[in-house]
């Protein structure tokens, strides 16, 4: 990232307040009402961007990137003693959902949101707001509504949320004249599973695997962004060969899902040569994952303090054989996608979130680098290994399913190219560590934020002076990407509504908490 050019305002001056001393390694501040409206207006003018949202019983919490300077980040607090805060949705629209969800939380009333429906809850809970100090059984009986279409020929298409496939539900009610969507809204929640309530009180071990069973396809990202965040919180250096061995893990499981992703664009456009070959290299991987490291999708192998298996002589030599083949077979692929007029016709143009609405809502991962953002947490923020790591981020600028797609393919190459990378340089010694540092045995805060294959995944955590889990907020890239897909489908033919949201790829499971 370029530096901050000399003329521009810094965007986090006077967003003053009291420094939590605990909270590492980012600073976060406790700020008065006038700060956080200030801050809420520099989202709206992109001098700042929204990395989250999340509440507490009488606070709400936002964390925010120097739009300029995404290594710049700060996390600012605002006591809500009567439940209610200015809005951030009211300005800046990526805010609108997390409010909704730390409303029905936590009961926290977003004064001047636009959008007051519920989005978590849907009624079938038997509480309201049940992560607040108190609780209410009050429930509402009212259907949720959805937001009305205008026109005369305006017919609706509902879809979901129990669908074909065996994939997550999720409702989408797509709003058509003709062929053509004149909108579609999406109505999520419905693999919500109380990940943030199971969280208080637990203790790391038991904390680390719910983090990793948020979204079961990226359990090594939540299980680095959680074990990152408590280490941050505890001032707990994992051993070198442990930092390695989790990035090792981290491109595994990106070049899985990647090669599973182009296989299924692919197969939704009408062309099934290209999954049944995708899918044969993403077992082949997933195969070795189980071979090396003792589980196919290396679930709760990365945990606070380092990791809890390694890899011999052996296990290295047989993943650099299969990644050499790989990089061999898929770019056979490559062409194919390539010189398939028919699929062409499926992909490019198809779908587009433009540049300025995906640097508006921060969106991360492909979704945004196809758009032109230039984001990867690898390498903005950064943490180790990567900094001693060769690779490329590749970005486009057309957004549309073609770019999506075009990405991951690129990033297909750099995975291959990284564990090759890291194999190479893996250190010798330890793989964990049993104990926190200088933190322990009193309150501690931490917030680390980690590339997934879908993008930046946000992981917060407050843990008590008997290192039990007192508070934590897990935030999937998907907050941000669910909004473009209803964006992006705009305008295009009911029939192109699946190849556009399987090349976003959002989570149901991670999104819904």
């Known amino acids: 990232m370029t530096a901050r050019e000399p003329s521009l305002p810094d965007p986090f001056d006077r967003l003053d307040g009291r420094i939590v001393a605990e909270h590492r390694p980012w600073p976060r501040i406790e700020v008065q009402t006038d700060v956080w409206t200030e801050a809420a207006g520099r ?171 948020c979204s079961g396809d990226s359990t090594v990202a939540y299980g680095l962004a959680f074990a990152r965040a408590a280490e941050a919180a505890l001032g707990w250096t994992p051993p070198a060969r442990a930092v390695w061995l989790r990035a090792l893990m981290a491109e595994f499981e ?72 790989i990089r061999l077979r898929f770019q056979r692929l490559t062409e194919l996608y390539d010189t398939t007029a028919s699929l062409q016709d499926r992909t490019v143009g198809t779908g587009i979130v433009p540049t300025e609405l995906a640097e508006q809502f921060g969106a991360s991962g492909f979704v945004g680098r196809a758009s032109g953002r230039r984001c990867d947490a690898r390498r903005w923020p950064g943490y180790p290994p990567y900094g001693e790591l060769e690779f490329e981020i590749p970005r486009l600028e057309a957004g549309d399913v073609n770019a999506r797609l075009w990405i991951r393919i690129r990033e297909v190459e750099q995975s291959t190219r990284l564990i090759e990378q890291i194999l190479a340089k893996l250190p010798d010694g330890p793989i964990r560590t049993e104990s926190g540092g200088s933190s322990a045995n009193t309150v501690s805060e931490g917030l680390a934020i980690v590339e997934g294959f879908r993008g930046e995944i946000l992981i917060w955590v407050r843990i008590d002076a008997a290192g039990r889990i007192e508070r934590c907020h897990l935030r999937d890239p998907s907050w941000f990407q669910w909004p473009l897909l209803e964006a992006a489908i705009d305008g295009n033919i009911v029939a192109d509504f699946p190849i556009c949201n399987k090349s976003f790829n959002c989570s149901y499971s991670g999104h819904d908490l």
């Not at 977003?110 to 007051?116: A, E, H, N, R």
């Not at 664009?265 to 003792?294: K, P, T, W, Y």
Request: proline share 6%.
């Open 43 to 213: 989202l709206s003018r992109r001098a700042l961007d929204l990395l989250g949202l999340w509440g507490e019983s009488q606070a709400v919490h936002m964390a925010v990137a120097d739009a300029n300077d995404p290594n710049r980040i700060l996390v600012l607090s605002l006591a809500c003693p009567e439940g209610r805060y200015p809005s951030l949705g009211r300005v800046h629209p990526p805010a609108i959902r997390l409010e909704r969800a730390a409303a029905d939380l936590f009961g926290l009333v977003p004064v001047g949101l636009p959008d007051t429906r519920p989005w978590l809850d849907h009624g079938k809970w038997g509480v309201h707001a049940p992560l607040a100090a108190q609780r209410s059984d009050t429930r509402s009986s009212e259907e949720y509504e959805l937001l009305p279409v205008d026109g005369e020929n305006v017919h609706q298409l509902p879809v979901g949320p129990v669908h074909a496939g065996i994939i997550e539900p999720g409702h989408f009610r797509i709003s058509a004249d003709g062929d053509t969507v004149v909108r579609l809204e999406e109505r999520l929640g419905y693999t919500h599973k109380g990940v943030e309530g199971l969280l208080r009180g637990a203790d790391l071990e038991r904390a680390a695997r719910l983090a990793c069973r």
């Open 254 to 325: 990106r070049l899985a899902n990647h090669l599973g992703d182009v296989g299924a664009i692919c197969n939704d456009g009408g062309f099934a040569i290209m999954l049944a070959h995708c899918s044969v290299l993403r077992e082949q991987v997933l195969r070795e994952a189980s071979s090396s490291f003792g589980h196919r999708l290396m679930m709760d192998r990365i945990v606070p303090g380092g990791v809890v298996t390694d890899i011999d002589a052996a296990g290295a030599a047989r993943i650099t054989t299969l990644m050499a083949d």
